[in-house]
């Protein structure tokens, strides 16, 4: 199931960046809702997914932040920002 996460975030981070070159900024809500439109997944499950996803983000960035920035660089041509909520 994972795996099937970051294919759509993948998907959605792409479609993002080749509709809007001006770096549009999806919201989590929307992303959410997108998600479980798609899916079938609640909204319980997804969030689960979402505080586990941020929590290893949060690792590896602590670990290697020009790694991690190189990664979603290479990997979704984005950019990387870590934001300290």
Known sequence: ?????????????????KKHSAKKVISQEELI????????????????????????IRELYKENPEGLKSYFREKYGADFIMFDT
């Not at 199931?1 to 960046?17: A, C, G």
């Not at 319980?44 to 941020?54: P, S």
């Open 33 to 56: 809702k997108e998600i479980v439109q798609k899916t079938g997944l609640s909204e319980e499950k997804i969030n689960e997914f979402f505080i586990a996803f941020n929590k290893v």
């Open 1 to 17: 199931m994972n795996n099937d996460f970051e294919k759509l975030l993948s998907f959605h981070i792409n479609n993002e960046i």
